[in-house]
């Protein structure tokens, strides 16, 4: 095995042809991915969503590239900038905030650009609520406590009443209720909740700018979050978690480590080890919890710019 380590900068680019659209991650530039970082190093224009990206991660990634601000920019104008630059032969990147998939408004880009004769493609970002779950020193899913996740956002001028399911999925009681572009909606969203029933103690966190400096966190319940929230004068740029894995706390130990990680016996120990020292699976052979099953993922734009508009999204003008 090679002891050298891959220069970000160049050893992991892929040979694709087009404008990829970057996840620029949840606002800690260390969060940026080693493919994100090394689309970056090597682009002539990286077009960004302005305030949504840590300037600390602009500086440090893409100080030698042309820079543009999409904010208040419409397709029409986006696009052409987009498209000659690719077609006057310069390296061009679209770099969204979190993942452009979560709440992104980056496929219709992609499609304008892609009906132009412009090839573009995905790559991946951290989103704000794992960003969000690892300052809340918690899992989104806990074993007997949360088994669903559900990225929701509430109604408003892009969503109607109808189509608002928060109530529904907090009312499931094993779903931890991921909610973005909503920060300046936190009392009307918890006063529904109540309205449609929901345990008044059910917990919430609030958590303002996920893995940037200013990052802060407000716990509560569903009955007095939207006080501390406004008293904390947030109306953009946070997520809200709603669920009792909120908590860490209350989960049954998961089959896939057994006794082992509750300080059993050496002898129960030696006894899960099979023949060749690994640890034998009790549910004989069920690998719902193999990491290699889901390939060990245990488990954009975010919150908003100043105005927190419903029309925002994560990937876009946020």
């Known amino acids: 095995m090679s002891d050298a380590v891959p220069d970000p900068a ?18 800690d530039p260390g969060l940026l991915t080693v493919r994100g970082r090394a689309l970056l190093a090597d682009a002539d224009l990286v077009v960004h969503a302005g305030s949504l990206v840590n300037s600390e991660l602009l500086d440090a990634f893409c100080d030698h ?15 052409p900038l987009m498209r000659d630059a690719h077609e006057a032969g310069r390296t061009v990147v679209r770099l969204h905030s979190g993942d452009p998939a979560i709440y992104g408004a980056a ?39 949360a088994n669903h996740v559900a990225f929701t956002r509430p109604q ?31 009392r009307e969203t918890m006063d529904r909740l109540l309205d449609d029933g929901v ?13 940037w400096p200013d ?10 979050i939207a006080d501390a929230v406004e008293d904390a004068g947030y109306r953009a740029s946070a997520l809200v978690v709603i669920g009792e894995a909120v908590t860490g706390g209350g989960y049954e130990r998961s089959y896939l480590y057994g006794d082992w990680a509750n300080g059993g016996s050496e002898v129960e120990r030696e006894r899960d080890l099979d023949s060749s020292g690994e640890r034998s699976d009790p549910r004989n052979g069920d690998d719902d919890e193999d990491p290699a099953a889901d390939g060990g993922d245990g488990g954009d734009e975010d919150g908003g710019d100043a105005a927190d508009s419903d029309s925002i999204t994560e990937g876009y003008t946020q």
């Open 199 to 211: 345990d008044p103690d059910t917990p919430v966190a609030v958590v303002y700018h996920a893995s």
């Open 107 to 145: 496929l219709e880009q992609m499609d304008a650009l892609e009906a132009e004769g412009v090839p573009t493609y995905f790559v991946s970002g951290v989103t704000s609520a794992f960003a969000a779950s690892a300052t809340l020193g918690t899992q989104l899913t806990l074993n007997e406590v």
């Open 10 to 27: 160049t050893d992991v680019l892929e040979e694709r042809e087009g404008i990829p659209f970057v996840g620029a991650g949840p606002g």
């Open 156 to 186: 408003g001028k892009t969503l109607s009443p109808e189509e608002d399911h928060i109530s529904e999925f907090v009312g499931m009681g094993d779903v931890t209720v991921c909610i973005y572009l909503g920060t300046h909606a936190v």
């Open 215 to 224: 990052e802060d966190v407000i716990r509560g319940t569903v009955a007095d």
């Open 65 to 79: 590239a042309e820079q543009v601000n999409s904010v208040g920019k419409d397709l029409e104008e986006l696009i």
